[in-house]
């Protein structure tokens, strides 16, 4: 068994995630599942107390036995204040990560908070900053001013965090210019992370609705790929590689949990509308306990699964083995097919391992020639290994990321 089936045959997943659906407001180009809560709204402790029971419940199963590294995203889970930090302490000592990031946002991400949440273990710090330009926050609807986000991160880098930084381009009232100052705000607070993002405006959402029938010159696909373009060579002068399509880091302190994603490792995801993604074996361990899932079929090596179950029904109490979930089974070759995929997310060649059963399950001569078409469409370079015994590997190019999608299909084509 090489490296990469050995993914596939995991007892216990890599990473958590833990989803907190609450919010101060709504923003207005969000579409995740997240709800404007008050901070004295009881369903918060009771969300929490349900999450610690659940992760106990998994526990018990052996699921947990060596989970790497912990995510808390939302939503906002510095809105929890001192239940963030409950919940930080009971995943530590249940997991005991190596990383454990929490999503912030600015206006809820308190001195006392920060001094506490280490206490829980927690290491890194994500915070939603998304615009040094008051003007363009406001027209996102978000509620922190710009002064205040730049305070924020120097405050966790100075308690001792590290530090990352989600910032949006392609938005309303951007220009070059003010891109080009919000990446050096950025850039000046000498963090070691940053994620970059063009703006997508979802169906449902308030921004959608402002938008529809008008034009908006300034989400167009040219500015998109400019605005990106322009973000990759500052960061990269400032000392910034990028690893993955939308985020850089200085100093190796790119995010260990979402190169989990990234590169096939199996994560359990708690809280509604989380997503899962387990092996045979860890989805057969929840099965057994959990009434409402259906038998695994034979030849599924893989299974997705995403929490139906409402915040409201979580805060009741529901037990993670009376939880409902949208489920998909992937089979042998669909999981590796997905796997080349979601590999060409990141900067560095395809894995030797990922390759090697590439080919085992779609065939060398198949394999190369959808290799060879991508690099003939400039989607793929190939790199020679400086071993001749070695492989040569592949990895995407600029283009490639741009049009990620026409990349990543023809991988999945493969299944």
Known sequence: MNSWQFKYNQAAVSALYLHIPFCSQKCFYCDFSSWSTRQDDSRMKKYVNALKHQLDEAAQLGILATTKTVYMGGGTPSLLDQGAVDLAHHTSSITHPIEFSMEANPDSLSDELLASLSAGGVTRISLGVQSFNDNELKELGRIHSADLAYDRVLAAKESGYEVSVDLMCAIPEQTESSWEYTLSRFISLGVNHVSVYPLTIEDGTALAKQT???????????????????ASKMLQAAGFERYEVASYARNQKSCKHNKMYWTGESYLGLGTSAASMLTAFEYDALAKENAFLPSRPQDA??????VLDSPKKIAEGISLFSTEFDVEFLTYREAVAEDLMLHARLTELIAPALLDESEQVFGALTLQEVFDACVQDELLECVDAADSEIKASYR?????????NELYGRFWELR
């Open 212 to 230: 529809q029938d008008k034009d908006i010159p300034w989400n167009v696909y040219d500015v998109q790929a400019d605005r990106m373009q322009t």
């Open 301 to 306: 090596i893989r299974v997705r699964l995403v």
């Open 396 to 404: 995407p190019t600029k283009k490639g990321w741009l049009l990620g």
